[in-house]
């Protein structure tokens, strides 16, 4: 807050400037998020990274020697652009290399990083505004050279970039290219996600005794140490031996189907809609908690350390749930606990009265926990349950556009609201409530489709499923993309039908989760 109002008068700016730059941002950076997936996965995840957080911590240092508008809404959309990629293509290329239910607590430490950076923004800015206080705005420049907004942005920017050298240097293409990896251990790492991408899957009623033992083997939770031990050595003989001809971890690949499954996926749109719902709080966070720190203190750097706490509640609660998604094995139940809280820190913030400072300090950072949760735990759902890389990296940048919650919620937060925001408050908590009832539905819905197809699968024969489960041409017919075939050939008859069906070369059998022998964790 305070380093916004410096920057705007120091160089001259208006108000409104800084505002409609923030709007350029979030307009790039929401709307390019399918595009920095499908970029990251042609260019290959572990280029690609690097390469954007190089350029956007070049352009935040520059911000440094902004003196016009023009500059500043320039540099807010390159970074924006730069930004939409990052989180669904690292996401993509953390899932390439953890099983599915490993994946969440890895996820929850990496998503949990935009807590500890709100947190040690705070505590930053507590910092360098203490050592480089504020000087009168007719000085035009301070006596030892900097103002304190140039070092913050210098400092993010510097951070950023030496980050970004170390990721061309760390990062690996694939588990065949680890560095950090003996051969064996290169190999066996191949191996077992070759192996969790392949299981569980449904079995006929005849099953012999042996396969619910293997069965049964692939749904056991892992324990930390079982993890390692099996990705860091004692299977050393072993790895030696396993076939990994074929690299599933690889970060490069990208095809027409690949994108055509993804948007004709229903469950993709269907999450994205309940995602964004269950994430309309994140304003309310930020317009409740200026409005309690004003009372609380008078001192911009006191305000400034007290958002470090709600954002530590919110890493470690974040933490706490995605562990225990891991260990039972499912996400719609922790995202409905996560809701919950969600839902009782909000109504707390404002149905408590005004002079009950701490209380309704401590219900925000109790609203920061809930918020946190649902979002991870829905990109968690996606990679485990997407085994085709190349589709789940467009469908984790789809689901980008859930940021589109920031912009619904600032414009449902409107300062005409102000002091109380009363109105915007219930018809967040009616929408966080219909997300709730959404992610509930969804559940019911994914125990309906598996037992669907257990039925399906049930009087198939023992080499009809090892069929279906390895190149997806069971019995069943193997119909593609019916619906959007159908609308095609309204629009543009058979010639346009046949021209879609080369682009999409839907020939061959199921793929991934179209598997039928393949089940929906929940």
Known sequence: MKCRGDFTKDVGLEPDDLNTAVAVFFAFFVALQPVGAVLGRKIGMAVYVPICMSIWGLCTALHVWVKTKWQLVLLRAVIGSLEAGFYPVTVSYLSLF????????????????????????????????????????????????????????????????????????????????????????????????KRDMDGPTIQPSSKSDEAIDRHEENDRPHSTSEENQGLLGSSSSRAATLDVTKTVTDD????????????????????????????????????????????????????????????????????????????????IVPILWGLGLLLVGLTGVVALPANWLLTRYTFLCILMGGTFVP????????????????????????????????????????????PTYRTPFFVTFALVMIAFAGFALFRMLLIHHNRRRQNIVAGWTQEDVETESQHGTGPAPTPKYTSFFRLIRMIGGESATRWAALWLRTEGGRKGDEKLTFQYGL
């Not at 035009?140 to 061309?168: H, K, N, Y």
């Not at 919110?314 to 225990?324: K, Q």
């Open 98 to 193: 953890y099983t599915r239910y490993e994946f969440a607590r890895r996820l929850g430490i990496f998503y949990g990083q935009y807590a500890i950076a709100g947190a040690l923004g705070g505590l930053l800015a507590y910092g360098v505004f203490s050592k480089f206080p504020h000087q009168n705005q007719g000085a035009s420049q301070p006596a030892d050279g900097w103002r304190a907004w140039q070092i913050l942005f210098l400092l993010e920017g510097g951070c950023t970039i030496v980050l970004a050298m170390a990721g061309f240097f760390w990062l690996p293409h694939n588990a065949k290219t680890a560095w950090f990896l003996s051969p064996s251990e290169r190999a066996w790492a191949e191996e077992r996600i």
């Open 375 to 418: 979002s991870p735990l829905t990109v968690a759902w996606f990679t485990g349950n997407t085994p085709e890389t190349g589709k789940r990296s467009v469908m984790l940048g789809i689901n980008g556009w859930g940021n589109l919650a920031g912009v619904f919620s600032a414009m449902l937060f409107q300062p005409s609201f102000a």
């Open 252 to 331: 490069r690949g990208l095809t027409h189907a690949d994108i055509a499954s993804a948007i004709l996926d229903w469950k993709l749109w269907y999450l994205l809609t309940v995602n964004i719902l269950s994430s309309m709080p994140v304003t309310a966070f930020s317009v409740f908690l200026p409005l309690v720190l004003r009372k609380l203190t008078n001192s911009p750097e006191q305000a400034n350390l007290l958002t470090a706490p709600p954002f530590l509640v919110g890493a470690v609660v974040l933490y706490t749930f995605t562990t225990w998604s891991d260990k039972r094995k499912e996400r």
